[in-house]
């Protein structure tokens, strides 16, 4: 176990160490960080001065060094050249949308995504199953986009039920901006959290019929109702419980997809989030916001697919057996 | 027995004229193809020559004749008179080229990454699979994402819109080419520890003539039904990229630049500007979805 923790958490801190590369080199020769900082009044004396300061005079493995230094113990991923701000400020400000975004989203996947395939794996040939079935199949192959756009379509030109763009009004608490608290900003959530979460949810609720089908074939589920159970308990406290395990699995590893694809999603609704804070950092090529995304994205990516893989390490004790060689 | 009399008479003609699903996609893909290849000869106005529009034509309504010119449009007009018919054709034109570049792209860099992990093994193998592995942990429309805007990043800005077909290419394809990898590689373990590598081995072959003369052809299958399913996958990423303000310049639109042109006019109540791109795009990416299932299906020796 103890060794293949550490190979593991070796293979990913390498991993982050060169996306931190990636993101330096960014940095460091896309554009010129002393021409960004100088206007055009400036001396050589002044061109000298900066490079000391920013410490470009020096070798570029000691360069490198110093950046991992300033992210991991000032997180200090720079200022963004397009609005002259830290980035790390404006990370942290639109980092509350991204996440609540993300986990009303969740949340409506695994709730519907678990419910649907519950009651779709129980009632197999039922009118309503085959109907959830087939529009499951629809809202795969539809890009998240046009969902969005659908939606948008349906429920704000057409009907004017919900916003559809932006977060509505919102609530600081303690420099985390909520959205929960005000009925606009409950119902900027609803359309933006139904695209971002169609997908997953599609994606849980047919993992979960599929295994709960597999589940009611077993033995144990006979024996459960052959010793006079209700219908109730064998489904729900002996069925659903045993097809949770690859649910947890598949839904941790959903989460970082979650986040990615919220860059759609908050594109389509104008949602003040890092999502767009990204796209817009593409168009204006605004390098540091760019890397500074691609370092916080990677290290979410890294963690989560770390953290599978060491519960499955636990959980499976064939993995053990091998030396944990096949560590995924 | 010539080529085509053989090919008529295979089992893959066969299953292929009792599929309706495959026949009805074929035909759709084959429709949208030939018309964006061939869009002048379909269209009257070039979209994108601006002698060719009439403002006044702007905003006419589908199938209804123009309040001022009398000029009627199948699906509409847009805000500068452009026949909305016309800029799905040629928008398609680019979806297409930018698709099909971009799996080929994939297919060849995946293809031979694959192949020379499968056949040289050890370290080369290790190096491969890894990059591979540690790249399908992100999604591939963000590893697209990132590789434009580095592109973007190291182009000068004045040549940025003539290069942003070639960085689309290129993002697309590098987020794509672990698919193709990943089977050729199983294919050529599979493939190379057979007779007839041996014996193309013996007779003094070299490794790069085994690879590309013996072994490629036998994993050609399953790579086929890869190139389609992801030529769907890269036509969506393509469109969500353009939709995204990303992708196509302006000048360029492609389907996905029509879109979010069209999501412009939504609440005016000009709803033709998007709803007949947006159809046009999934009826292609759909059919050619549906084709690579049938094909996976048919190639699938399993299911004979």
């Not at chain 1, 493995?61 to 400020?89: C, H, I, M």
């Not at chain 2, 050890?122 to 592109?151: E, K, N, S, Y």
């Not at chain 2, 939709?243 to 302006?250: D, E």
Request: cysteine-free.
């Amino acid at each position: 176990m103890l060794a293949f923790t550490i190979r593991r958490v070796s293979q990913s801190l390498v991993v982050l160490l060169i996306v931190g590369l990636v993101a330096f080199s960014l940095f460091r020769f896309v554009g010129d960080p002393v021409e960004n900082l100088l206007g055009q009044e400036r001396t050589v004396a002044d061109i000298e001065r900066v490079r000391t300061q920013l410490g470009l005079d020096q070798s570029f493995p000691v360069q490198y060094l110093n950046f991992l230094k300033g992210v991991v113990t000032e997180g200090n991923f720079g200022v963004s050249y397009r609005q002259g701000r830290p980035v790390a400020d404006i990370i942290a400000e639109r980092a509350p949308a991204t996440l609540e975004l993300a986990f009303v989203s969740a949340l409506f996947a695994i709730v519907l995504g678990i419910g649907f395939g519950v009651y779709t794996a129980i009632n197999r040939d039922g009118w309503i199953s085959n109907v959830i079935m087939t529009s499951s199949l629809v809202g795969v192959s539809l890009p998240t986009f046009l969902i969005g756009i659908l939606l948008i379509y349906l429920f704000a030109v057409e009907l004017g039920w919900l916003p559809s763009f932006g977060r509505g009004e919102t609530v600081m608490i303690g420099g985390w901006s909520t959205g929960f608290l005000t009925t606009s900003g409950l119902k900027a959530l609803i359309l933006p959290a139904i695209t971002l979460g169609l997908y997953q949810m599609t994606l849980i609720m047919r993992l979960v019929r599929s295994e709960m089908l597999e589940v009611l074939r077993s033995d144990y589920i006979k024996f459960a109702r052959a010793r006079g159970l209700s219908q109730k308990a064998v489904h729900y406290r002996h069925a659903l419980k045993n097809t949770l395990v690859p649910v947890i699995t598949i839904t941790g590893l959903q989460l970082g997809a979650i986040i990615a694809f919220a860059i759609i999603t908050e594109t389509v609704f104008q949602w003040p989030g890092v999502g767009l804070l990204f796209i817009n950092a593409i168009q204006f090529v605004d390098i540091p916001v760019m890397a500074t995304y691609l370092m916080l994205i990677s290290v979410l990516f890294v963690s989560i697919n770390l953290i599978v893989d060491l519960l499955y390490y636990m959980i499976d004790p064939r993995l053990k057996a091998d030396g944990g060689a096949a560590g995924h | 027995m010539n080529a085509l009399s053989r090919f008529i008479a295979s089992d893959f003609t066969y299953k292929f004229v009792r599929s309706p699903v495959a026949m009805i996609a074929s035909l759709v893909v084959f429709i949208l193809v030939g018309g964006a290849i061939f869009a002048p000869l379909f269209t009257s106005q070039n979209p994108f020559d601006p002698a060719s529009l009439n403002l006044m034509n702007g905003f006419s309504h589908p199938m209804e004749p123009n309040q001022f010119t009398g000029e009627s449009f199948i699906f509409g007009t847009d805000d500068q008179g452009r026949d909305v018919y016309a800029t799905i054709l040629y928008g398609m034109r680019i979806s297409l080229f930018v698709g099909f570049s971009a799996v080929m792209f994939a297919m060849v860099l995946g293809v031979t990454l694959g192949l020379i992990a499968g056949y040289t093994g050890g370290r080369t193998d290790t190096i491969i699979m890894r990059i591979a592995d540690i790249q399908l942990t992100f999604p591939a429309i963000l590893v697209a994402l990132l590789i434009f805007g580095i592109a973007k990043g190291i182009t000068p800005p004045g040549r940025r819109d003539e290069v942003a077909i070639w960085v689309l290419i290129i993002a697309i394809g590098l987020s794509e080419w672990v698919n193709f990898a990943r089977v050729v590689r199983g294919a050529t373990m599979v493939e190379k520890s057979k007779e007839y590598v041996d014996a193309a081995r013996l007779i003094g072959r070299s490794p790069f003539t085994i690879m590309l003369r013996h072994i490629l052809p036998n994993t050609l299958s399953p790579v086929l039904v890869i190139a389609t399913i992801s030529l769907a996958l890269a036509i969506i990423a393509e469109a969500t990229l353009s939709f995204l303000g990303v992708g196509a310049p302006p000048t360029q639109p492609s389907l996905g630049t029509l879109i979010r042109i069209g999501q412009g006019f939504l609440f005016s109540g000009e709803w033709w500007i998007l709803f007949f791109p947006a159809t046009a795009l999934l009826a292609l990416a759909l059919s050619v979805n549906l084709l690579g299932d049938w094909l996976r299906d048919a190639l699938n020796p399993k299911l004979k």
